[in-house]
């Protein structure tokens, strides 16, 4: 609750000509500091912080920054006490109560306090102090400390949190800064965007003591957003966060069961913690997920979370499976735990959260006071059926459990009904984690979503205690001139989440684009409007580019206005190209109509469906071929194949035509060893309609190397497409069957073909293409021949391929 003990009116009661009330009272008066900064002897570095930004944004306001002392001096009437001292302690002014970041601002006949809880965070050892330390040293006292074979992000990367210019850990308490950037609010600053571009401070040579006393309270106790990354993030885009009211939990979050499973020492001691996938153990790379029937992880799960909670005095560890949890273990015990007929945000529920459960119950025997955490994701996303009430030690996290930029009624109505059912499971508030739109990870729209983040927060308000906020970063805000708008919307709102948001965005339309107002709120409110079909319609498209025009001839480009105008113009590039790729249409391509996997006359085959690249099932009807690549001829050496779409899966069965006892080039037997490009092998192409592009490549070895090509090319290996392929190599020739999921849950980026079902009208497009390679001549193929231009990855030449 955002409570204000005296009268709402106090921020404008700061205003110059409201002083009558005291009489003579100034900060500052015509020029000349007539009060001082007082902190304590030694105060938190977040009090210093707080005063030194206090003098800073008076100087730049009045052209006078008054002096920060330990104790009045006597030269000037007036003092400003930040944080506690001994002085806010005489007048009798607490601080008890304020939890997280919350804040009094009180005035005197000759003083103001700006005041919060401000502490001191201190690091527990051991903790690494630089990348690298861990492993070459920290790690070994860990591993002695619990005997045991966990990894520690926390302490691993725990010299991330320390910014080194500004001498601040991120998680210091910072109560009494809070107080100070409302004070400034009050005198009209505005911090919109990280860095001086980005702020708005008015010019008064007089600035009047106030006349107020009120405690202000966040509306949500935690709100972290990500880009105040520390150990990276230059000092504006820190700064912005802290002016933002953000704050953070000391916690083990996300995907906590990985901390006992990923390290390599582990996967060789204790086999049985790990999945059985295709018969064996499955322990390969970082994400290697758990058998959540073993009785061992369990006991050191438990062990794991009672020495987190003991050594850091943390409030929540998380326990949850690793990423890309889309398989369940198949050993006897795991695999009819799943519940597939409830979808893919069901399968596993029960089976996830009845080991979250298992685990909170045996911790809290020893820890009432602590809470275990998992998130509600991916396939474990909707409420659990056989569990009726979680432990009151469990907290839930919702991923993407707000719209994000749906501004229609059904997907807030949806949204709101999943976390209804999640209420009625728990007695706790909820945690919601968001993605919005990563613009560095090939969204190319402008993401504005204002209106879209007010009505959902003011949804949530009360019913949710924690806001972590995924907006794009890279070494601070990424592309700060479009994802400010977002990330300051979000940051007033988690602190107030009742005010007018019309109000609020009309005034920043009028002081950050000055004369571009009207036309640059035309434009964001079309985009927001418009988001999702600025994607595929190039009417719409066409539409917001003559809007952002229209704005861009209202302001000068020397101007303060311009030069934020030209950040956005910069970011639009990628739109303008995606106008043009528009409008020069597709053009007539080749289409494949796909078996309908989902449909009952395949029932009795799927159940002796065998992924074993043989091609013997009866729904294997090879009536795809392959033509050469640049001419559009018959090639040397042919390629057949099918497609059968299901709900969840798209398979393609692959026959490729070779020569009598050397059938196949095999470059590779490892998934994700780039040498299969060196030999024969498939690249199947998807652009679905909610993302362009993937690329999944196979080869005769069943080697899988996955790429989202829709990402900028550092980010193209990040993403798995968890397909599966069965291979098999003939007398002359070798066939592939191969099962790509999909989902049409957009919230894990880095895992899955992400689309809806196609169909006629909302068709994906794909290639399928082969090299063939060998001593010293190369066949390229494929279904839809590009001509050669740009090799297979010709994006408006894919061909079209739905089912019915
Ligand atoms: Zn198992």
Redesign the pocket.
């Known amino acids: 609750m955002c409570r204000v003990a005296l009268k709402r009116c106090a921020a404008i009661c700061i205003a110059l000509s409201c002083a009558a009330a005291y009489g003579e009272r100034f900060i500052v008066k015509d020029g000349k500091a007539q009060a001082e900064i007082i902190v304590a002897e030694n105060p938190p570095r977040m009090t210093k912080l707080a005063a030194r930004e206090l003098q800073k944004y008076v100087e730049k306001i009045s052209g006078a920054g008054p002096a920060i002392v330990r104790e009045p001096s006597g030269t000037v009437p007036n003092k400003v006490y930040v944080g506690r001292s001994l002085f806010t302690d005489d007048l009798g002014i607490e601080v008890d109560g304020l939890e997280h970041g919350a804040f009094r601002m009180v005035s005197g006949k000759d003083w103001l306090v700006l005041i919060g809880h401000d502490e001191d965070f201190v690091p527990v050892e051991p903790w690494a102090r630089n990348h690298g330390d861990w492993t070459r040293n920290k790690i070994r006292k860990w591993d002695k400390m619990t005997g045991a074979k966990w990894s520690n992000p926390l302490a691993a990367g725990m010299y991330r949190f320390h910014h080194k210019e500004l001498g601040i850990w991120r998680l210091d308490k910072r109560g009494s800064l809070n107080a100070v950037y409302a004070f400034l609010r009050g005198l009209g600053v505005r911090w919109y965007m990280p860095g001086d571009l980005g702020e708005i401070v008015p010019r008064a040579a007089t600035i009047a003591l106030p006349d107020v006393d009120k405690i202000v309270r966040p509306d949500f106790d935690v709100r972290t957003m990500c880009f105040d990354r520390y150990h990276v993030a230059n000092a504006d885009h820190v700064l912005y966060a802290l002016r933002l009211g953000t704050n953070r939990v000391f916690s083990v979050m996300h995907h906590g069961i990985r901390h006992i499973t990923e390290r390599q020492d582990q996967k060789e001691a204790h086999l049985d913690y790990y999945?059985?996938l295709a018969g064996k153990r499955a322990t390969e790379g970082r994400k290697a997920n758990a058998?959540?029937?073993?009785e061992g992880l369990f006991k050191e799960n438990v062990r794991f979370v009672r020495t987190i909670f003991d050594l850091y005095d943390a409030p929540i560890v998380s326990v949850m499976p690793n990423d890309g949890f889309t398989n369940i273990?198949q050993?006897s015990?795991?695999r009819d735990q799943a519940t597939l007929d409830r979808g893919y945000s069901g399968w596993y529920s029960d089976y996830v959260w009845g080991y979250v459960c298992r685990v909170a119950n045996e911790v809290a025997k020893t820890h009432p006071n602590k809470k275990i955490m998992c998130g509600a994701y991916s396939t474990y996303q909707l409420p659990p059926l056989k569990i009726e009430k979680l432990p009151p030690n469990v907290l839930v996290q919702i991923t993407n459990g707000m719209p994000r930029y749906e501004m229609d009624d059904e997907t807030h109505r949806r949204l709101a009904e999943l976390r209804q059912a999640w209420s009625a499971k728990t007695p706790n508030k909820l945690s919601v984690s968001m993605n919005y739109p990563f613009t560095q990870r090939g969204e190319f729209r402008p993401c504005y979503f204002p209106h879209v983040i007010a009505r959902a927060l003011r949804d949530v308000k009360g019913r949710v205690w924690r806001a972590d906020l995924w907006i794009p970063e890279k070494r601070g805000l990424h592309e700060p001139g479009v994802n400010h708008l977002n990330a300051w919307v979000l940051g007033r709102f988690l602190w107030d989440a009742d005010r007018d948001v019309g109000a609020l965005l009309a005034e920043y339309y009028r002081l950050y684009y000055g004369p571009a107002e009207k036309e640059m709120k035309a434009f964001i409110e079309y985009c927001e409007a418009n988001f999702a079909e600025l994607a595929t319609s190039k009417e719409k498209v066409s539409r917001a580019l003559d809007l952002f025009q229209a704005a861009q001839e209202q302001a000068e480009p020397d101007s303060v206005y311009g030069k934020r105008i030209a950040l956005v113009d910069a970011y639009l590039n990628d739109l303008r190209n995606r106008r043009d790729q528009l409008n020069k249409g597709r053009g007539p391509v080749p289409e494949f109509r796909a078996f309908n996997f989902a449909n009952s006359k395949w029932d009795k085959a799927k159940k002796t469906f065998k992924l074993d690249g043989k091609l013997d099932e009866p729904f294997w009807n090879m009536r795809g071929g392959l033509r050469d690549l640049i001419t559009g001829a018959k090639p040397v050496f042919g390629t057949r194949f099918n497609v059968l779409i299901d709900r969840n899966a798209v398979y393609f069965g692959i026959l490729c035509r070779d020569r009598e006892r050397d059938p196949a080039n095999i470059a590779a037997t490892k998934d994700g060893d780039p040498a299969m490009w060196t030999g024969d092998h498939i690249e199947i192409l998807i652009e679905t309609d909610a993302h362009s592009y993937y690329q999944i490549v196979v080869n005769p070895a069943a080697a899988v190397l996955d790429l989202d090509r829709g990402t900028s090319k550092r980010h193209w290996f990040q993403w798995a497409s968890k397909a599966e392929v069965g291979a098999h190599v003939g007398e002359d020739f070798w066939s592939l069957e191969v099962r790509i999921p999909f989902t049409e849950d957009a919230a894990d980026p880095l895992h899955l073909v992400v689309g809806r079902k196609p169909t006629a009208n909302l068709p994906w497009h794909f290639n399928l293409c082969r090299k063939r390679i060998r001593d010293r001549s190369v066949e390229v193929s494929a279904f839809s021949p590009t001509g050669g231009n740009k090799g297979f990855h010709d994006l408006m030449k894919f061909g079209k391929l739905y089912s019915k």
């Open positions: 999945q059985v058998c959540l029937s073993s273990c050993c015990e795991c």
